[in-house]
């Protein structure tokens, strides 16, 4: 088999290196070209980067050289991952997709536009049609496709069946965030962080709000219809390195009997086959345990491979209010390995392969 080829901005940071270290030995994709910042262009990417996976960079990715973030060097790739700082990837993205390149990106511009799929694979894959109007709305020859925040991809696994089952009135979530949501260079200080929590990410609790209506919402003709539940959210940063945790509150319309019947919602909840047939799809997109002191970042956060989530501490707090805690792991379920998810149900559903 023809592998794919794709190429890859912002390689460099954080979330550029787990795409790296994810598309090495990928068994579909072939990782051809890598960018970062205009003042690494040109430099070797083992010389550009400041490694921190905990697997060994391959010879033949430390040797490539970085290419400046312009479609006229990805010409050759059927699609392009984007692990970009919001700040430039609107401008990039849309110059990209103009040229008729496809991107599957991970920053915030268009997340919530009518036109752009907002994809957790696994719950929401037949809104990928959505970026077939981008060629009337936006005159692109390619198209824009996003991954969501990290930990609204956490909360809406989490929620999934619970919608589906019993129906959602309200959801109240809590996050503690750990340090590498906040990237690499330009992350949060040390002085800042240690023997401390803090109460505040810009911009969080609002993506945390909106973002789960669109991906939890149904394709009615060529839109979305949002999911009908509220959102309240409070987001904070906490000393932890990898693995977002989250304390959900929710309200059904239906009263589940007992945390039983919750825990059997997630356990047995019917996720569409052909999706875990991807090859970066973990067998249990939710795992449940039942220990009263789970999940927990370190011990959690590598289920699946990182693209599980961790569901723990389930409490029917009165009639149609439950609580539990969701962990998963923000780099890879809550940034690339959705990423590289997406681009295979892409691969798959347009006959890349
Ligand atoms: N960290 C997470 O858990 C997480 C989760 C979900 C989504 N995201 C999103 O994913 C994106 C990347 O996050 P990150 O944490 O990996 O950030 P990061 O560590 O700061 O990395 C940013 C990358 O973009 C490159 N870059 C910076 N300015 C550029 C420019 N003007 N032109 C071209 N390339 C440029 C950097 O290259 P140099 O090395 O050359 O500077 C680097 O490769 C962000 O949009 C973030 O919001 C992050």
């Known amino acids: ?25 990928h068994p579909w994709f072939s990782l051809e070209v890598l960018s970062a910042s205009p003042g690494n262009a040109g430099r070797k990417y083992g010389d550009a980067v400041h490694w921190i996976m905990d697997t060994p960079l391959s010879r033949e990715t430390s040797e490539k050289k970085l290419v400046p973030a312009e479609p006229e060097y990805f010409k050759d790739v059927d699609i392009v991952f984007s692990a970009l700082p919001s700040s430039v990837a ?8 103009r040229s008729g390149l496809v991107v599957v990106s991970n920053a915030r511009p268009f997340r919530l536009d009518p036109d752009v799929p907002l994809l957790i694979p696994e719950i929401n894959w037949d809104h990928i049609r959505l970026a077939e109007r981008q060629s009337g709305t936006r005159g692109y020859e390619g198209r824009i496709i996003k991954n969501p925040n990290c930990s609204t ?37 040390s002085l800042d ?41 409070t987001a904070t940063r906490v000393p932890t390195l990898h693995g977002h945790l989250e304390s959900v509150t929710v309200e059904t319309a239906e009263k589940p009997t007992g945390e039983e019947e919750l825990v ?45 989530v961790v569901v723990g501490r389930v409490k029917i707090k009165e009639p149609g209010v439950a609580r539990y805690l969701v962990l998963g792991h923000n780099l890879v379920r809550g940034a690339a390995g959705n990423a590289v998810l997406i681009g295979e149900l892409y691969a798959k559903y347009y006959g890349l392969l």
Do not use: C, H
């Open 90 to 97: 609107g401008e990039v993205e849309a110059r990209f997709a």
């Open 264 to 308: 059997e919602a997630w356990k047995d909840y019917r996720w569409p086959g052909e999706i875990k047939r991807l090859p970066t799809a973990p067998s249990d997109p939710v795992i449940v345990r039942a220990e009263d002191d789970r999940p927990q970042p370190r011990l959690d956060r590598d289920s699946g491979k990182g693209m599980s």
């Open 1 to 25: 088999m023809d592998k794919v080829k794709v190429g890859l901005l912002g390689s460099t940071g954080l979330v550029g290196q787990v795409f790296v270290k994810l598309l090495d030995k």
């Open 193 to 233: 962080i240690l023997d401390n929590v803090l109460p505040y990410i810009k911009g969080e609790e609002e993506k945390l709000e909106s973002e789960p209506l669109k991906i939890l919402g149904r394709m009615s003709g060529s839109r979305v219809e949002p999911a009908g539940f509220k959102v309240n959210a």
């Open 153 to 189: 991809a956490i909360l809406s696994l989490s929620l999934k069946p619970l919608l589906d089952i019993f129906g959602l009135k309200r959801v109240t979530v809590t996050t503690l965030q750990a340090l590498s949501g906040a990237g690499y260079r330009g992350g949060v200080p």
